[in-house]
């Protein structure tokens, strides 16, 4: 082992792996490593059991602005020009076309996606189509059968539909990297780390290594590792746990719901699994464990450090505890996962919906699979925040990682690595970057760059 690496990634989720790949194909640096808490890639988040498998491309997410549709558009094209270099046959283990839709019960929900179908989401994705009940009854006609008379449904079918395994997604960026010299050591929790005359030092259970930069890639521990080094106190995370009701096949492709705007996370949906053609889940349910991981309670003291528990922070968390919407998405969540009347009521008021006959006795639910969305609580603006958050310190970054974060993963490599090298005049080789991972607005970003480092 080396004992000083130009980087340091902390975590080898489908952040940290992006983010190892991209900076040792496309950057001048020589010296890079990973350090890993668990004994291999993606163990947690990342793992295709513990998420929704869903390429998001702001089409369909009907909480999502016209910004953030088409943010997230790119983000996902990039993941499938990754794909499209691969080998045929590992492309298609990673990712895979699937149908997908957002689909409308009721008259306010069809107005609500009359509403998503503007000319501006049409010009961003002309392949999105509006349909009503007798074209849903040909194509996924489990979200007919069994449907009261006269309830009016219509849903807005997307082109863009794709199932992934972001676990198998991270582990082919690791292995890229690996094959190109990144250095990786597993089972070695980072504990602490500390600045030092030329970077950072980071002190692990099997030792302490330094580098010039370090980033935390480290899902739901980003921010406590940054709290530690008193970076960004006007943030907080409201750790929302995601589980999954498994039935038997019952639909073809995703189908999602229409969901509240401004709320962060997604409502109930049916998807299929990457990794088993014969069931549909649905999921993800809404819990608050408090936790950075699920089913790990020796976690619990880590998030309770990465609040600060001081005015803003309580008054953010009454302000997030009286939204509405919250509010009823918690009172119904806190009884889903009970074994009978939860099941019962998972089934009233949420599968009902997109599959009107399936009954609860053919579905179960998983305690086993699941993962924790770091949901960013904004101090400043006292409620929870959308999408991502990174914090950049004097050579370290802090990558948070709420959902749509699998999809995000090589714009959010793309975004870190141009910081890095400009910040520290690396050689970067934007047109090889660009040309295979897709257009980028460099110019921007340097801006912002710049800007930050006279700060
Ligand atoms: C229920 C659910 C559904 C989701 N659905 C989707 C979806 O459909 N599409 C999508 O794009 N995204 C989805 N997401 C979000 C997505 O899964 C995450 O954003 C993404 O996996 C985050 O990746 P990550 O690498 O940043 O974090 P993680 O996968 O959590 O990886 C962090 C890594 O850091 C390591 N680590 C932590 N602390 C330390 C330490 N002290 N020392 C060393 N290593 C450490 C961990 O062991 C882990 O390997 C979903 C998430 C959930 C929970």
């Not at 792996?17 to 350090?35: C, D, F, P, T, W």
């Not at 990673?94 to 306010?108: A, D, F, Y």
């Not at 006609?141 to 082109?159: H, Q, W, Y």
């Not at 997604?169 to 504990?191: D, H, M, Q, T, W």
Request: contains cysteine.
């Amino acid at each position: 082992m080396e004992d000083y690496y130009d980087l340091i990634i902390i975590g080898a989720g489908i952040t940290g792996s992006a983010l190892a790949y991209v900076a040792s194909r496309y950057s001048g640096m020589k010296n890079i490593l990973i350090i890993e808490k668990y004994d291999k890639v993606a163990p947690l988040n990342s793992d295709s059991t513990n998420n929704s498998q869903t390429l998001h491309f702001g089409d369909i997410e009907t909480n999502y602005a016209l910004p953030e549709a088409k943010h997230t558009k790119a983000a996902a094209e990039r993941v499938l020009n990754y794909a499209k270099m691969l080998p045929d046959a590992k492309a298609s283990e990673i990712i895979s076309p699937v149908q997908k839709m957002v689909l409308g019960v009721g008259e306010e929900e069809n107005e609500r996606l009359e509403k998503i179908y503007s000319k501006d989401m049409r010009e961003l994705f002309p392949g999105l189509k509006k349909i009503g009940a007798s074209e849903l009854g040909k194509i996924e006609p489990n979200t007919i059968k069994g449907r009261a008379k006269g309830e009016t449904v219509s849903a807005l079918l997307s082109d863009k539909g794709y199932i992934v395994n972001f676990g198998l997604l991270a582990r082919s960026f690791y292995e890229n990297a690996a094959n190109a010299g990144v250095k990786s050591i597993f089972n070695c929790p980072c504990i602490d780390v500390k600045p030092i005359e030329d970077g950072h030092e980071v002190i692990t259970k099997q030792g302490s290594f330094k580098a010039r930069f370090v980033i935390f890639a480290s899902g739901t521990y980003s921010l406590f590792f940054a709290k530690k080094l008193g970076y960004d106190k006007n943030l907080s995370i409201l750790s929302v746990g995601g589980g999954f009701y498994i039935a038997p096949r019952v639909l073809n492709g995703k189908v999602y719901r229409v969901q509240a705007g401004g709320i962060p996370f997604a409502a109930i949906h049916g998807d299929p699994d990457i990794t088993n053609p014969g069931i549909t889940r649905f999921g993800p349910t809404v819990s608050f464990p408090v936790a950075l991981e699920v089913r790990k309670s020796g976690t619990t003291l880590d998030y309770l450090k990465t609040f600060d528990f001081d005015i803003p922070t309580i008054q953010s968390l009454f302000n997030i505890v009286s939204n509405k919407d919250i509010r009823s998405i918690m009172r119904k969540n806190a009884i889903y996962p009970l074994s009978f009347i939860g099941k019962s009521l998972f089934v009233k008021n949420e599968v009902s919906k997109i599959v009107p006959s399936l009954t609860a006795d053919k579905i179960h639910f998983d305690k086993n699979v699941g993962g924790i969305r770091p949901q960013i609580i904004d101090e400043d603006k006292r409620f929870l925040s959308m999408g991502a958050s990174k914090i950049r310190g004097n050579n370290i970054m802090f990558n948070i990682t709420p959902s749509p974060g699998a999809t995000s993963s090589l714009q959010s490599a793309m975004d870190d690595i141009v910081y890095i090298c400009t910040l520290m005049d690396i050689k970067l080789d934007e047109d090889k970057m660009e040309k295979e991972l897709g257009k980028f607005d460099y110019e921007h970003l340097k801006e912002k760059i710049n800007g930050h480092k006279q700060i």
